[in-house]
């Protein structure tokens, strides 16, 4: 059993479309991350929620927004998408926000705009 | 701001030898959390190895173990007996106690593993 999973795995997609990335979790965890990772590697939080609070929002454009239906979940929306978006999404998910808690990574989601 | 700096872009090692893969950070605080992720090519991040900066002894899981030296703010990954299935991107992570909220990962170190 996949314990944070995503969807879809790769996704191409047109300048302005808007697209969403989904994120489940089946850890029981309270806690969940976005992250992305750029074309050379660098990896940097994005978003992270809370039992549906958002807790932290790094200085991402508001053209990206976290949906959380519920607390397995943490869905990434992002609007008129633009070249600089391409790269790799990865959620993530910890059992709370304490800082000493494993951060459980899905299989990332690749993204690029053309 | 925490930063954390992996000064080896890559790394190669024979097959069954020892590698070590250095990290350092800087910080003000003095409780906060390490880690080393794996990054193999299926792009999924695993986790290694963890650290709490509280504790002096190092961290070991298996093959894997760490150097922590916390006034030098270093904290290298040593891996014994090196198996093809160790190649991959490392990364080096800080998570603080008190700003619990932001992890930050270092830039990474590419281990090649040759038979």
């Known amino acids: 059993d996949t314990a944070v999973s995503q969807t879809p795995k790769y996704l191409v997609t047109q300048m302005g479309n808007d697209k969403s990335i989904k994120c489940e979790q089946n850890l029981g965890h309270d806690t969940m991350y976005w992250y992305k990772q750029d074309s050379k590697k660098f990896l940097k939080i994005m978003f992270s929620y809370n039992n549906k609070e958002l807790i932290i929002n790094e200085t991402v454009p508001n053209r990206f927004s976290p949906k959380s239906p519920d607390k397995a979940h943490l869905n990434l929306h992002i609007n008129s998408l633009e070249l600089g978006d391409s790269a790799v999404y990865f959620c993530?998910?910890?059992?709370?926000?304490?800082?000493?808690?494993?951060?459980?990574f899905g299989p990332g989601t690749r993204l690029l705009v053309l | 701001a925490q930063t954390v700096t992996q000064s080896q872009p890559e790394m190669s090692v024979q097959e069954a030898e020892t590698v070590t893969l250095s990290c350092t950070y800087d910080?003000?605080?003095?409780?906060?959390?390490l880690f080393w992720y794996k990054q193999p090519p299926s792009r999924q991040m695993i986790l290694v190895i963890r650290q709490e900066a509280y504790k002096q002894q190092n961290a070991t899981e298996n093959r894997f173990s760490v150097n922590f030296q916390k006034a030098a703010k270093s904290f290298s990954l040593k891996i014994s007996d090196s198996q093809l299935g160790d190649a991959a991107m490392y990364f080096c992570a800080y998570r603080s106690a008190y700003n619990n909220n932001d992890m930050r990962f270092g830039a990474g170190t590419r281990l090649t593993v040759k038979p």
């Open positions: 910080t003000s605080e003095s409780d906060y959390y």
């Open positions: 993530a998910s910890s059992q709370d926000r304490s800082g000493g808690k494993t951060q459980y």
